[in-house]
């Protein structure tokens, strides 16, 4: 029954300077079972198949357990409860049931050089325990996590190889730790995750290999510095929900989605890093008040990107130390009657009048110029190209977009939500998904444009003018309020609360959408040919009743309208 006090018949209880060395045991409660014991060595002993614990501590301090193999325990490897200064180094702990090596309610220790690998759920799991150090450990394969603090705090963590665990390391309801100079590497969901944790160091490790290399959520004051988080097939680092964080000196490079991604978060501070060859550079969506400076992204698929839902959700200092692909950022607030630099690479305009933006080249983000709840202002004569939305504009009034180049963005074009009042003349818009989308947008007026291989959507959006425009040199025709035509000619058909309407026999092939039907009835769609739309071949929203299509060549055809767009609002609420 392993190795006990007999008259306890619970291990060895009350004892002082023993030591336990080279025994082999197994098939016992406990191999190794200590309690109330002071100064004791356990080592190089061989402990295997026992019912609980390979290495159980109680209420015992000072005691130093190395060099053990501790294999094949049915819950944990070695287990401490209520338990300090004690060292617990270069152990071999594998195949335990739950947990390699758990501290609970225990303090002070010293967890260094262990090997720790295929523990059923954590490899080293410190519970309620406070002001220890957990140091060049190698954590693998666990089932779960790797190394995890939970309402653990005054920690150090470091110099640890975690790989090919579910999460390498996780702080749950824990602060003031220090998670420093590790190597988080294969660990498919997070490589350092931090779950309602604050005033917590990340600093000097390596993250690679997960979904979310580094993520914050619901967690404050921490300070996230001089990491190097690379090549994870998700995020690089992730901030949800979590305020007052410092992002400073990380290098994120080659992540397949964000480098970095602030979603529903404030207040922090994100300056100094190198952001490059990720999908998307830096993006902020519904986070407010953060500080953005000599951040430094390059050649990402696209750089740069803000969004929101509400005017505060935009207001954020971003200075022009921040550059991309070494252009500027001119991210204004409030400005009136001014002009936009010449060299700018990224244009932001927030709660802004008067202001115009021409003569630019934009490509590579989020939006190529994001202009948000402002009015009275000119973008004319740039080209915008390749980015997500070529202009995005969100509750803005009286803006003149006019004479760009508009092409070969991932989504729109020219993207309007919630706007009014403004006019689309005489632009280029060539192969992006949508030309020009429409989002709950009224009384606009859209003229003269030539459009290629796209064209106009619209939801939700009534009283727009639309004339005079071009689609694959063919007109494209948009009804609103009308009944009994007969559609003759058309490259595409946009149709907004009509009735008894026949489009027949046309060709109404790479637009964006061949034909829409919004809040339209009765109507006819036959013997088209409607094929090469970048996103539908025929739309009919939820309130178009009683239309017959019938006998066309069809690639798509769509019943539904929650949102023509094809990124996730949880993403890029202002544009996608």
Not at 41 to 64: K, L
Not at 81 to 99: A, K
Not at 232 to 251: F, I, K, Q, R
Not at 505 to 529: F, K, P, R
Request: aromatic share 8%.
């Amino acid at each position: 029954d392993g190795i006990r006090d007999v008259e306890r018949s619970r291990g060895l209880g009350d004892v002082y300077k023993r030591q336990v060395e080279n025994n082999i045991t197994s098939n016992s409660w406990d191999g190794i079972y200590l309690h109330t014991a002071l100064n004791n060595t356990i080592i190089g002993n061989d402990i295997t198949n026992d019912n609980r614990s390979g290495i159980a501590i109680f209420m015992s301090s000072n005691n130093t357990i190395s060099n053990n193999n501790v294999s094949g325990n049915t819950i944990y490897g070695i287990f401490l409860v209520e338990s300090n200064y004690n060292i617990i180094s270069g152990n071999n702990v594998t195949e335990s049931g739950i947990h390699g090596i758990y501290l609970d309610k225990s303090n002070c220790s010293l967890i260094v050089d262990n090997e720790v690998y295929d523990s059923g759920e954590l490899g080293i799991f410190l519970l309620e325990s406070i002001d220890n150090n957990v140091t060049g450990n190698v954590a693998s394969r666990n089932f779960y996590t790797g190394i995890k603090l939970h309402s653990s705090n005054c920690s150090v963590v470091h110099g640890n190889q975690v790989s090919d665990n579910r999460i390498g390391i996780e702080l749950w309801y824990s602060e003031n730790n220090t998670i420093s100079n590790n190597n988080a590497t294969g660990n498919p969901i997070h490589g350092i995750d931090l779950w309602k944790c604050t005033d917590n160091a990340i600093v000097d490790n390596r993250v690679d290999g997960s979904i979310k290399g580094i993520r914050l959520l619901e967690s404050n004051g921490n300070n996230i510095t001089c990491n190097i988080i690379v090549n994870n097939p998700g995020y690089g680092l992730y901030l949800e929900s979590s305020n007052h964080n410092t992002v400073s000196g990380n290098n994120v490079t080659g992540n397949a989605e964000d480098g970095i991604f602030i979603w529903w978060s404030s207040n922090n501070m994100v300056f100094d890093n190198y952001v490059a060859e990720n999908e998307l550079g830096i993006s902020l969506v519904g986070s407010p008040n953060n500080v953005l400076k000599n951040n430094h992204m390059r050649s990402n698929t696209f750089n740069f990107h803000v969004g929101g839902w509400e005017l505060s959700d935009f207001i954020n200092d971003i200075d022009t130390s921040n550059l991309v692909d070494g252009k500027p950022i001119y991210y204004w607030i409030n400005k009136h009657d001014d002009v936009i630099p010449e060299d700018a690479g990224y244009v932001g305009l927030v709660n802004c009048t008067r202001v115009t933006v021409e003569n630019l080249t934009m490509t590579g983000n989020g939006q190529g110029i994001l202009l948000a709840y402002t009015k009275n202002s000119i973008i004319s004569n740039n080209l915008l190209t390749r980015n997500i939305d070529g202009i995005n504009l969100r509750e803005c009034s009286n803006i003149t977009i006019t004479k760009n180049n508009v092409t070969i963005n991932s989504h729109s074009g020219i993207y309007l939500e919630l706007c009014y009042n403004s006019t689309i003349t005489l632009n280029n818009i060539a192969n992006n998904v949508f030309g020009v989308d429409l989002f709950d947008s009224s009384r606009n007026t859209i003229v003269n444009n030539t459009f290629v291989s796209n064209g106009l959507a619209v939801m939700w959006s009534y009283d727009n003018t639309v004339e005079n425009n071009t689609v694959n040199g063919k007109p494209l025709v948009y009804l609103e309020d009308c009944s009994n035509i007969v559609v003759s000619d058309a490259g595409q058909v946009v149709l907004v609360r009509c009735s008894n309407i026949t489009v027949s026999n046309l060709d109404l092939s790479y637009a964006s959408v061949g034909v829409e039907l919004w809040d339209t009835n009765n109507s006819v769609i036959s013997q088209n040919n409607i094929v090469g739309n970048s996103y539908w071949g025929i739309y009919l929203s939820e309130n178009a009743c009683n239309n017959t299509i019938v006998a066309n060549n069809i690639t798509c055809l769509l019943y539904t309208s929650p949102s023509p767009r094809d990124l996730s609002t949880s993403r890029m609420p202002s544009s996608a």
